[in-house]
């Protein structure tokens, strides 16, 4: 349709990307701010809903942040296409195995760099003028995903242009990454709790986050700072000191209210 192959590229990132967002966000606010809102409301953490304003903000932020990720896909495929990058697109060129460890390292560092970076987003002199658009959230709804000042979306996407020219990835371990950020951060954002009693304590469970835990992030702000795993913030000490009291209060409420029809 376009001439440009950049300009073809940067759009078509971006209605992939916002077709995706509205799937993916846009299913559990359906199912649990709408369709079974009564009947689930035993699972939500905060037990108020937000209102539609905060969400309009939700959404609006987040497009604008879907934009600024395609500026920086298509620098990615610029640059891919000059040769810059370690992106390989024949699979063979490296092992199927190489292909699921660049995937894990590429979670495991992305963990990492958003914990540093989110903490430098708390930083007094940057907070008030840029984070705080995300905590304007303090009852995150999925809409609240990618709500970010523009500033912040640059700061998230920059992990994508380090990997691609740090360690030698496929479009598939990309794409793998890209899900699995996605799934995981609108997990976090939906402000209702699934895991049973003693997900943050048993030993094959502890080390994964829970919606809980971000959840407390938004209403307390100064605490809970990691994103798809629970080592940092055990490591720095900054999971909240009732975490594990309020995930379990969460469980016990579940079981105590009574179950509603839709
Ligand atoms: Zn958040
Ligand atoms: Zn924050």
Not at 9 to 32: K, N, Q, S, V
Not at 117 to 127: D, G, N, Q, V
Not at 179 to 204: A, C, D, P, W
Request: net charge positive; with cysteine; aromatic share 18%.
């Amino acid at each position: 349709m376009f001439s440009n192959p950049y300009v073809e590229e940067f759009l078509g990132g971006l209605i992939i990307d916002t077709i995706r967002y509205f799937i993916f966000a846009g299913t559990p606010f359906l199912l649990l701010y709408v369709a079974f809102k009564s009947k689930l409301v035993r699972f939500k953490i905060q037990q108020k809903f937000p209102e539609n304003k905060h969400m309009v903000r939700e959404i609006g932020f987040s497009l604008l942040s879907m934009f600024i990720f395609s500026i920086f896909s298509v620098g990615v495929f610029v640059a891919q296409q000059h040769g810059y990058t370690k992106i390989y697109t024949d699979i063979h060129e490296h092992s199927i195995a190489y292909l699921v460890f660049s995937t894990i390292l590429f979670i495991l560092a992305h963990d990492t760099y958003f914990y540093w970076s989110h903490r430098l987003m708390h930083h007094k002199k940057i907070y008030p003028y840029v984070h705080l658009i995300h905590h304007k959230s303090f009852n995150p709804t999925p809409w609240a995903t990618f709500s970010f000042h523009p500033f912040e979306a640059v700061m998230q996407v920059l992990i994508l242009p380090i990997m691609v020219f740090a360690i030698p990835l496929h479009p598939l371990a990309i794409f793998a990454w890209s899900m699995y950020q996605l799934v995981l951060n609108v997990g976090g954002h939906t402000g209702y709790e699934v895991f049973r009693s003693g997900f943050t304590k048993r030993i094959h469970t502890f080390w994964s986050n829970t919606a809980t835990h971000h959840n407390m992030h938004h209403k307390h702000v100064t605490c809970n700072y990691s994103l798809y795993f629970n080592i940092w913030d055990r490591i720095m000490g900054t999971n909240h000191e009732r975490y594990h009291e309020e995930f379990e209060a969460g469980v016990a409420r579940r079981k105590e209210m009574p179950e509603k029809s839709a």
